[in-house]
């Protein structure tokens, strides 16, 4: 599968967002897409980062956008993790990587001299037509919500 690039429509993409729902991305066509990518649900900054989408999602709705977050995790971990934090927003559960790879988020990372491959913290701003306007990499948390939403305001 092809990797995204800036400028570009992102190709459809489906991923698993509860028992019996999928995202599909050609559902949001004529909306913009904030999708946001994480390492894993419940850990301290994948939790603040997830607050701050929370805190700020009728920002992004009232300019047209849906927030996704996506994680290798389970659909029931996602769903725990939802709504112990009141997430107004869906959390895709790509635990086959597909998601991640089209996006190409998996890199290698090292905790304590150990290395794995891992999700780097990265989001994408999508426009309402399908093209992918925006990409943060390496995402640090502290205001980087407040950075996405000016793109987006930006971008309308």
């Not at 995204?4 to 559902?27: E, H, R």
């Not at 900054?45 to 997830?50: A, F, I, L, Y």
């Not at 990372?109 to 992918?132: A, H, P, V, W």
Request: with cysteine; proline share 3%.
């Amino acid at each position: 599968m092809a990797k995204i690039s800036l400028g570009k429509a992102v190709p459809n993409f489906t991923g698993m967002i509860s028992n019996d729902s999928i995202f599909d991305l050609s559902d949001y066509k004529g909306q913009n897409i904030v999708i946001y990518f994480y390492p894993k649900d419940s850990t301290p900054g994948c939790t603040k980062e997830g607050e701050d989408f929370r805190d700020f999602f009728e920002s992004f709705k009232k300019n047209n956008a849906v927030i996704m977050g996506v994680s290798r995790d389970s659909v029931s971990s996602h769903e725990k993790f939802s709504n112990k934090y009141n997430f107004p927003f869906k959390l895709i559960s790509d635990e086959d990587e597909k998601v991640c790879k089209l996006f190409d988020v998996i890199k290698e990372k090292n905790m304590y001299g150990r290395k794995y491959m891992g999700i780097e913290r990265s989001t994408f701003l999508i426009d309402q037509k399908g093209i992918l306007v925006n990409e943060w990499r390496k995402v640090r948390v502290k205001g980087h919500v407040e950075e996405v939403l000016e793109a987006l305001i930006n971008c309308n």
